[in-house]
């Protein structure tokens, strides 16, 4: 009997988990800007299969919204790909893209959308939050 097709592979899941309960603080640059306005400041946060932008929820409600991670098989280090698209009550769509390095570091791009059609697009950077000791 062959069952449980319908569900995620386990390895599926498991990548998943590599990202599960990290947040990482990052700063977004528009590209093509015409003046350069400082960094924007965010925090990317992984929790129970979703992905939070504090500053995104806080200034447009973009939701916590499912993320997609793969294994960068052309590199030797251990980097982790991820996709995570959220789309807000405006109909806004961001789409992240990035990858993270073992070392704690991330970097990609997000882009907003309206209808399909690219509004913004920023760069960004950012590293691994550490949880402070009290």
């Known amino acids: 009997m062959h069952s449980g097709f319908s569900q ?7 990548k998943n988990k590599l990202l599960s309960g990290k947040t990482f ?12 306005d400082k960094p924007l400041s965010d925090e990317l946060s992984f929790k129970g ?11 447009k409600k973009f939701p916590a919204a499912p993320y997609e991670v793969s294994i960068d098989s052309l590199r030797e280090d251990g ?7 959220s789309i807000n009550p405006g109909g806004e769509a961001l789409t992240w893209e990035a990858i993270t390095m073992p070392s704690g570091t991330l970097e990609g791009t997000v ?9 913004k697009e920023y760069t960004f950077s950012g590293t ?3 949880k402070s000791k009290k």
């Open 8 to 14: 995620k592979p386990a390895h599926e899941k498991e």
């Open 25 to 36: 603080t990052v700063e977004y640059i528009e590209k093509d800007a015409k003046k350069k």
């Open 49 to 59: 299969g979703k992905m939070t932008s504090k500053l995104m929820y806080a200034e």
């Open 79 to 85: 980097a982790v790909a991820f996709v995570c698209e």
């Open 111 to 119: 882009k907003k959308s309206k209808k399909g059609k690219i509004i």
């Open 128 to 130: 691994l939050k550490t």
